[in-house]
T-cell receptor, first 114, second 112 residues
Framework: AQTVTQSQPEMSVQEAETVTLSCTYD???????LFWYKQPPSRQMILVIR??????QNATENRFSVNFQKAAKSFSLKISDSQLGDTAMYFC???????????FGQGTTLQVKP | EAQVTQNPRYLITVTGKKLTVTCSQN?????MSWYRQDPGLGLRQIYY???????DKGDVPEGYKVSRKEKRNFPLILESPSPNQTSLYFC???????????FGPGTRLTVL
């Protein structure tokens, strides 16, 4: 069975600085997707970034980028130029190619301080 | 606007009183899922559906039922709720390409 682990329950960062959230996963699959979701206080689940395992190039979306290490089964999220609106809980998630079955980590609460 | 809707958004009920949380999507997605979110556990899948009349258990199906009679709707049924089902519930849908799931706004359920 697949598992996803986020070992940092809480993190904080100063506005405009860079922060990295860690995620590791366990799977025997070779092809799969990885995601980072953001959950602000409104509780809405917002897709931040996704990575296909067969792509070696790390995904980037504006200030958000990932460091995908397939052999190490590591998938960290880097947030550059942190903004107050980035304050939220962040979830790492895994999905096999079989659609509709996301497996989530425990979440990391990120606070951006002014 | 493409969206997943859930109702109600908040619900307080008592043990044993049957309830249904509705979920509807307007994107013509084949795949729909229910998750529950609990502190320290992240989101866990309860049930999912790959199409009309096709449903299967997720990781935590005990105490829940679902149905998929129409493509757009996927209600979650708690026939005899218990306090351990107090949680935040999310419905989600995705297309066959399925590399992205769209989430509803969540339903906060409290069972007394």
């Amino acid at each position: 069975a697949q598992t996803v682990t986020q070992s940092q329950p809480e993190m904080s960062v100063q506005e405009a600085e860079t922060v990295t959230l860690s995620c590791t996963y366990d799977t025997s699959e070779n092809n799969y997707y990885l995601f980072w979701y953001k959950q602000p206080p409104s509780r809405q689940m917002i897709l931040v970034i996704r990575q296909e395992a067969y792509k070696q190039q790390n995904a980037t979306e504006n200030r958000f980028s990932v460091n995908f290490q397939k052999a190490a089964k590591s998938f960290s999220l880097k947030i550059s130029d942190s903004q107050l609106g980035d304050t939220a809980m962040y979830f790492c998630a895994f999905m096999k190619l079989e659609p509709g079955k996301l497996i989530f980590g425990q979440g990391t609460t990120l606070q951006v301080k002014p | 606007e493409a969206q997943v809707t859930q109702n109600p958004r908040y619900l307080i009920t008592v043990t044993g009183k049957k309830l249904t949380v509705t979920c509807s999507q307007n994107m013509n997605h084949e795949y729909m899922s229910w998750y529950r979110q609990d502190p320290g556990l992240g989101l866990r899948q309860i049930y999912y559906s790959m199409n009309v009349e096709v449903t299967d258990k997720g990781d935590v199906p005990e105490g829940y039922k679902v149905s998929r009679k129409e493509k757009r709707n996927f209600p979650l049924i708690l026939e005899s709720p218990s306090p351990n089902q107090t949680s935040l519930y999310f419905c989600a849908s995705s297309s066959p390409r399925a590399d992205t799931q769209y989430f509803g706004p969540g339903t906060r359920l409290t069972v007394l």
